[in-house]
């Protein structure tokens, strides 16, 4: 018999193969050292004036210019070394200072992809911190004590509601017990399901059950226990709160790609490529917003007791007796008018805050209230000082009106604005969220990874995975000689179609990952070497060559499946576990077995099939024990 | 080609076996691991000075800067140095947070600002509790996949054998990681279930042998047809084993000290699951008698009776 592959496959493999190279390719194009100016407000364009500034503050000091481009309303300026980027950076801030914005001016990388293979969607492979350098936090938002105080504000209303509602509910007394249940104490059973009734109907979130306290004179109580979706909405609420307020944080930092996200139940993800003080990095991230919900003055209204502010490009001058502060806001949502079906933005106050709000509107109907979002930012300010001059950085408050709406009625604890474009809307709820009481963050992880470490480490690991994958390809030749070169041209194109998928998933490499690729070359040959045994036990038996290798590429392959599938099993619990740089582990281990399974099995039966497969052969060697 | 006899020395392999995991039981009990920043939560910085520097005068000076507590030494060459903290109970989590920016600030202090921060790190202590709970989790769930998975694709015989085998390496590598008290951190850990991936792969390779020879030979004593197989698979083992610990060595003496603990643990461990898919899991299947019958391809017992009218 002959071993041959018919034509369809040996294009599949060729076609795997062009593609590999193709998506690997970006890879090998080093990357540019290159400043990206944004503007802070995320919303507004750099504009053409502002990169001319920029541009040519950086001629005037010599630095050269690669490229200029603006694309999506950022400036990105390519430079040459990593030198004139560091130079750079404050040579652009100082130059744009004296323009009336605040702009974010980060160093960053920038590829140089060529343009038709990015039209393809090829991009290289992204760097992890450790391989970048740069800051990593995990947050945890602390909505145990998010819950609890929610539970203390329900505790306040639900007796505001039973003294004052249209049906008075007398109640003994009230306590807070273990596993947030909130229990009320009444004198006989009738007052008792009075309330109940009253609960059940004005209060959802809660779980009611009746209890008998045999031993208290008031001994007929109501447990109200929160559900477990009412427990869910506030913890939501809570992580998402922080995570705007980080997300407006993160731009102040000037960071090119930062990362924030929510991981889990309760905690926050915040990566910050590029970023080595991270002392710094905490005081901002740390750093609230506040609300205000204040009056707009009556045009009668003295200069003295009113603020001046602005609202859509028009003055508005609101009181200054304040209505209350954005920590008696609980809930800002997004809704919908169950009248006419427009958006609007429904706000939920604690009970002192909805008493607050009740007190000041009841006898303002028809007048309009404005929300003002207040922010402590930074700002550089340059000044002569011995003859120099220096940068200095001072904090200052931000003050916006955000909404200014009509009181259309007496208002209480949840109320809603309406009137509103549905972006408005969403806009709107993101800062009422960021501006209203923050439940505590704290740190539970950080690390840190100085950019000369992380050069390092890209080093490090090129360096070993270029001799660890030579000593393979050496050994592979001495030991099996022509099929240890088929074998070879299998690993390599392995390594490419590794590099190659990675790119296209836009996975992320890290130390570990490249630890991973070195362990997937060691290992991808396993699959070869299998298949060589079984075609020399073959030629031992006296088997004709030809049969010989058809038999080892068969008996192998059940073999080679059964040890891949439970490998990739055991990666991807890897996978489902790790955090981080493990998971980097795990991705490239994953990918190197499916791409060393096409290599090894089919890639090297297509090379030997085409090297001795097409014609009738007596003798055939496999390295050094010959048949 | 001569045949090696390795079952004529199962009882010598067993009982060594038995005698070192016994070892590595009485290391983990006695002295526990030595775990790292991962697991243990707290803070670690690592500066380099622009000379070889002492870490002994480190020590001094944050001693009198009022620190305690913490732990210098080399890491990697002799301007390169590690601080360690353990969590302070005594601070609140948030400032056990800045804990690493004022480690940082004393030392770059006591250097004269000449020093560069390469890598700060801080790992509260509720994380580092989660990391282990998951690591351990996560050893659990790969054995329980695997005895699954062989049983399914092999049979339960087999399965025991593999998962023997496989608590065999990591509890070995584990005796080792903690009799030498090197640091067990995550890097460790993901080299441990890689450890298993591997020494699985030999296992399923060998077990697949002997699957097939017994199915061929129609007599012969089983230890004679494991051993057949064990031969049979030998060249093979050897290779990957070898070009598998030639990657690994550079590895550990290329990459850096950062993937070093990966790196010895992946070399402890290929070279004891090499050992083990010959000692550990052929042995027990001769232990548990695997025989002929276990591994006929079951007939359908439906389609016999399918055919009746």
């Known amino acids: 018999m002959l071993n041959r592959y018919p034509l369809w496959k040996n294009l599949l493999i060729v076609g795997v193969f062009v593609l ?37 503050a950086l001629t005037e000091s010599g630095i050269q210019i690669k490229s200029s481009s603006l ?85 306040q209303d639900i007796k505001r509601a039973f003294r004052s509602g249209s049906e008075r509910v007398r109640y003994a ?34 779980v009611v059950t009746e209890s008998d306290l045999p031993s208290s004179a008031d001994g007929f109580a109501l447990n109200l226990t929160m559900s477990d979706s009412a427990i869910r909405e506030i913890e939501d609420f809570a992580v998402q709160q922080n995570l705007q307020t980080i997300r407006n944080r993160v731009n102040e930092l000037g960071v090119a790609e930062p990362l924030v996200q929510r991981l889990g139940r309760q905690r926050i993800v915040v990566d910050l490529p590029g970023v080595q003080d991270t002392a710094e990095a905490k005081k901002i991230l740390g750093k609230v917003a506040t609300l205000e919900f204040r009056l707009e003055a009556s045009p009668d209204a003295s200069r003295a007791s009113t603020l001046p502010h602005n609202y859509e490009g028009r003055a508005v001058r609101l009181e ?157 030749l001495a030991f099996y000689q022509w099929f240890g070169l088929a074998a070879n041209l299998a690993l390599i194109a392995n390594l490419l179609l590794l590099v190659a998928v990675m790119s296209s998933l836009s996975a992320t490499l890290t130390l570990p990952g490249i630890a991973g690729i070195v362990l997937t070359v060691g290992m991808a040959v396993d699959a070869n070497v299998l298949i060589f045994s079984r075609i020399k036990e073959e030629l031992r038996k006296g088997t004709a060559p030809q049969l010989a290798i058809n038999a080892g590429f068969e008996r192998a392959f059940v073999t080679i499946l059964d040890a891949n599938i439970t490998t990739l099993l055991v990666a991807i619990i890897l996978y489902s576990i790790g955090t981080g740089p493990v998971k980097g582990f795990a991705i490239t281990l994953m990918i190197g077995i499916l791409t060393s399974m096409f290599t090894a099995i089919m890639g090297t039966r297509s090379l030997i099939n085409l090297a001795v497969g097409g014609r009738p052969i007596k003798r055939l060697a496999i390295g050094w024990s010959q048949s | 080609m001569r045949m090696v006899p390795f079952m004529k020395y199962r009882q010598v392999a067993a009982w060594s076996s038995v005698a070192l995991l016994l070892g590595a039981v009485a290391s983990l009990s006695i002295q526990s691991l030595n775990w790292g920043l991962d697991f243990t ?92 709970n998951q690591g351990g ?95 049979q698979t030998l060249g093979r083992t050897m290779i990957t084993s070898l070009t598998t610990l030639l990657v690994l060595f550079a590895l550990l003496i290329l990459g850096g000290e950062l993937i070093r603990g990966f790196a010895i643990a992946l070399i402890i461990g290929v070279v004891v699951g090499t050992y083990s898919s010959i000692y550990v899991a052929a042995n027990v299947l001769l232990r548990l008698n695997l025989s002929r019958e276990d591994l006929i391809v079951p007939v359908k017992e439906g389609a016999d009776l399918d055919g009746e009218p």
Do not use: C
């Open chain 1, 173 to 206: 007394g009230t306590s807070i017990l273990e596993g947030r249940v909130l229990q009320f104490q009444f004198a006989d059973e009738d007052v008792r399901s009075k309330a109940r009734r009253q609960v059940e109907e004005s209060y959802p979130q809660f």
């Open chain 1, 320 to 476: 200054r007796d304040l209505i209350l502060r954005g920590e008696r806001v609980f809930d800002a949502q997004v809704g919908f008018d169950p009248d006419s079906g427009l958006p609007q933005v429904n706000i939920t106050l604690d009970s002192e805050g909805g008493e607050l709000m009740h007190r000041s509107t009841r006898h303002n109907i028809g007048r309009r209230m404005a929300v003002v979002f207040i922010e402590t930012k930074t700002r550089d300010r340059y000044e002569f000082q011995d003859g120099r001059e220096v940068k200095i950085s001072e904090p200052y408050v931000e003050e916006r009106v955000i909404s200014l709406a009509t009181v259309q009625a007496a208002l209480g604890v949840s109320f809603r604005i309406t009137g509103l474009a549905g972006d408005e809307a969403r806009e709107l709820a993101l800062l009422l969220r960021a501006g209203a009481l923050a439940a505590d963050m704290f740190i539970a992880e950080e690390r840190t990874v100085g950019a000369s470490l992380g050069q390092e480490n890209i080093e490090l690991g090129a360096t070993s995975v270029l001799i660890g994958f030579s000593l393979v390809v050496l050994f592979m």
């Open chain 2, 41 to 132: 939560g707290g803070t670690l910085v690592e500066v380099s000075y622009p000379e070889a520097t002492n870490p002994e005068q480190i020590r001094l000076n944050l001693d009198n800067a009022g620190w305690n507590g913490h732990v210098v030494q080399y890491f990697g060459s002799d301007r390169d140095i590690l601080v360690r903290m353990p969590p302070q109970k005594t601070l609140s989590d948030k400032d056990n947070a800045r804990l690493g920016d004022s480690l940082f600030a004393a030392l770059s202090a006591s250097a004269d600002g000449q020093i560069d921060l390469r890598r700060s790190e801080f790992v509260g202590p509720a994380v580092g509790e989660e990391l282990a």
């Open chain 1, 20 to 56: 590999g190279i193709i998506y690997a390719m970006p890879n090998f194009y080093p990357p540019d050292y290159a400043i990206q100016i944004q503007n802070e407000q995320g919303s507004a364009a750099v504009q053409d004036r502002e990169l001319t500034v920029a541009l040519s």
């Open chain 2, 137 to 231: 989790l996560g050893l659990l769930a790969a054995l329980a996949m695997v005895l699954l998975y062989v049983s399914f694709r092999f049979q339960l015989k087999f399965a025991v054998g593999a998962v023997i085998a496989l608590f065999h390496d990591v509890l070995f590598t584990l005796g080792i990681f903690s009799l030498l008290r090197w640091e067990f951190d995550l890097t460790v850990l993901a080299a441990l279930l890689a450890v298993i991936g591997y020494s699985l792969n030999d296992t399923i390779v060998v077990s697949d042998r002997i699957r097939e020879n017994f199915r061929q030979s129609r007599r012969g004593k089983s230890s004679d047809i494991i051993d057949e197989s064990l031969n």
């Open chain 1, 71 to 155: 694309v999506d309303g950022n400036a990105l300026i390519r430079l040459s070394t990593a030198d004139d980027q560091l130079k750079a950076q404050p040579l652009i801030q100082r130059a744009l200072h004296d323009l009336n914005a605040n702009f974010v001016i980060a160093l960053n990388s920038a590829p140089t992809t060529p343009q038709w293979l990015r039209e393809i969607g090829a991009e290289p492979m992204k760097y992890g911190l450790d391989l970048r350098g740069g800051v990593h936090f995990l947050m945890e938002v602390d909505t145990a004590s998010a819950v609890e105080d929610r539970l203390e504000g329900m505790e």
